[in-house]
């Protein structure tokens, strides 16, 4: 089970912190995704952390704006995103998932991800 939370309502340039906390599987072994749905749109990638923590991936519309880690702790089941000088255009519910691929980089296709959170809505005004 994936359970996403730290949304909110912010302004232009603000920043947010993501966290997703998995339970009840091993999903320190697992790459750890981010992906988000803004109204009327398909569901996005927009970023992706190996099992290791090593190897990231960013879709282009966030690159240089967030930031996604897991804690070092052993059982690495956390993943955040920071997400800084946010743009309403990033309003969107923002969902976590888990790839049980160990290769790295990790992936960045929405069927890939075996395990999903219920999402957090992040809501950017300008």
């Known amino acids: 089970q994936l359970q996403a939370s730290g949304g909110g309502l912010v302004q232009a340039g603000g920043s947010l912190r993501l966290s997703c906390v998995g339970s009840?599987?091993?999903?320190?072994?697992?790459?750890m995704g981010w992906f988000r749905q803004a109204p009327g749109k398909e569901r996005e990638f927009v970023s992706a952390?190996?099992?290791?923590?090593?190897?990231?991936?960013?879709a282009d519309s966030v690159k240089g704006r967030f930031t996604i880690n897991r804690d070092s702790a052993k059982n690495k089941n956390t993943v955040y995103l920071q997400m800084n000088s946010l743009k309403p255009e990033d309003t969107a519910v923002y969902y976590c998932a888990a790839d049980r691929f160990t290769q790295a980089p990790p992936r960045v296709a929405i069927y890939e991800y075996d395990y999903w959170g219920q999402g957090t809505l992040v809501t950017v005004s300008s």
């Open positions: 952390i190996s099992w290791s923590g090593v190897s990231t991936s960013y």
């Open positions: 009840g599987g091993t999903f320190s072994r697992y790459a």
